[in-house]
């Protein structure tokens, strides 16, 4: 039962902490809700037909497959939030305006809107489907396993949802004049955390060197298998011992996203209050 409690927190977490960001994110963009819901419809499915089929993409590539499908996943979902985070900061000014001013239609954001779902669909089909394959090795591991799974499971999914929302609560305080910042930050810090995994499964695959492996580590201050760790690297990538390809990919993820965002910022025609 405590073995899936843990493993369903762990992998719930990170995709619930992504819904919680991008809800906080895309506050004030029209029918939202809709698109986070289908989103999570639609990583679920996918989660499914993926763990259906996890022996097949396993066996691809001399049985790297499916460090590379993760990659694909990652890299997949690095694209998304740069594009979500260029794109605020060219319209997170006239959003704020919205957000003041209830009466005010939410008119703008369609293509937002579309990224919205993408990011969340591609982490819950990733974190959803190596649950269900993690559940399924300790289901069969005792006769009552099923049943301890099961609450198990519960407890975690419960555990990884409050966090969650205690984190979205906590974004929902931030006043309106910073809102955009603070979550913009965040969701540069989660892209460029999927770019390190990314890196970290390359190097697994030899595609990558790892350039010193690990460069530090940090697990006698703190762990990753903590709840705080857990919860760090979920929200910024923190990694005890990571590789040092693992920084360039973080540290070149974070660079090119914030010199977009900057540009575009710069161009970005000042928004009329009148």
Request: proline share 2%; glycine share 10%.
């Given at each position: 039962?405590?073995a899936a409690a843990i493993i369903v927190f762990r992998e719930s977490l990170e995709a619930a902490l992504i819904i919680s960001i991008m809800l906080a994110a895309?506050?004030?963009?029209?029918?939202?809700?809709?698109?986070?819901?289908?989103?999570?419809f639609t990583g679920l499915l996918g989660a499914a037909v993926v763990a259906s089929g996890m022996e097949m993409i396993a066996n691809l590539v001399d049985g790297?497959?499916?460090?590379?499908?993760?990659?694909?996943?990652?890299?997949?979902?690095?694209?998304?939030?740069?594009?979500?985070?260029?794109?605020?900061?060219?319209?997170?000014?006239?959003?704020?305006?919205?957000?003041?001013?209830?009466?005010?239609?939410?008119?703008?954001?369609?293509?937002?809107?579309?990224?919205?779902?993408?990011?969340?669909?591609?982490?819950?089909?990733?974190?959803?489907?190596?649950?269900?394959?993690?559940?399924?090795?300790?289901?069969?591991?005792?006769?009552n396993g099923t049943r301890d799974t099961l609450f198990g499971g519960a407890l975690g999914l419960g555990a990884g949802a409050l966090v969650a929302s205690l984190?979205?609560?906590?974004?929902?305080?931030?006043?309106?004049?910073?809102?955009?910042?603070?979550?913009?930050?965040?969701?540069?810090?989660?892209?460029?955390?999927?770019?390190?995994?990314?890196?970290?499964?390359?190097?697994?695959?030899?595609?990558?060197?790892?350039?010193?492996?690990?460069?530090?580590?940090?697990?006698?201050?703190?762990?990753?298998?903590?709840?705080?760790?857990?919860?760090?690297?979920?929200?910024?990538?923190?990694?005890?011992?990571?590789?040092?390809?693992?920084?360039?990919?973080?540290?070149?993820?974070?660079?090119?996203?914030?010199?977009?965002?900057?540009?575009?910022?710069?161009?970005?025609?000042?928004?009329?209050?009148?």
């Amino acid at each position: 039962m405590y073995a899936a409690a843990i493993i369903v927190f762990r992998e719930s977490l990170e995709a619930a902490l992504i819904i919680s960001i991008m809800l906080a994110a895309t506050r004030g963009i029209a029918m939202r809700g809709r698109w986070v819901l289908g989103g999570i419809f639609t990583g679920l499915l996918g989660a499914a037909v993926v763990a259906s089929g996890m022996e097949m993409i396993a066996n691809l590539v001399d049985g790297m497959g499916q460090e590379f499908f993760n990659v694909a996943i990652l890299l997949t979902a690095v694209v998304m939030l740069a594009w979500h985070n260029i794109w605020m900061a060219s319209h997170g000014r006239e959003l704020a305006l919205q957000m003041k001013n209830t009466a005010r239609a939410v008119t703008d954001g369609r293509s937002e809107r579309s990224v919205i779902l993408l990011v969340i669909a591609l982490a819950v089909m990733r974190e959803g489907s190596e649950t269900v394959l993690f559940l399924y090795g300790v289901a069969t591991d005792s006769a009552n396993g099923t049943r301890d799974t099961l609450f198990g499971g519960a407890l975690g999914l419960g555990a990884g949802a409050l966090v969650a929302s205690l984190l979205y609560a906590g974004l929902l305080r931030i006043p309106v004049r910073w809102f955009f910042a603070a979550t913009g930050a965040l969701v540069l810090l989660l892209a460029a955390s999927m770019a390190s995994q990314a890196a970290r499964l390359l190097i697994q695959a030899d595609v990558l060197p790892s350039l010193a492996s690990p460069i530090w580590n940090t697990s006698h201050v703190l762990s990753q298998n903590t709840v705080v760790g857990t919860i760090l690297h979920g929200l910024i990538g923190y990694d005890a011992q990571p590789a040092g390809m693992q920084v360039v990919a973080y540290v070149g993820v974070l660079i090119v996203i914030a010199s977009g965002m900057l540009w575009v910022s710069r161009r970005a025609s000042p928004v009329r209050t009148a």
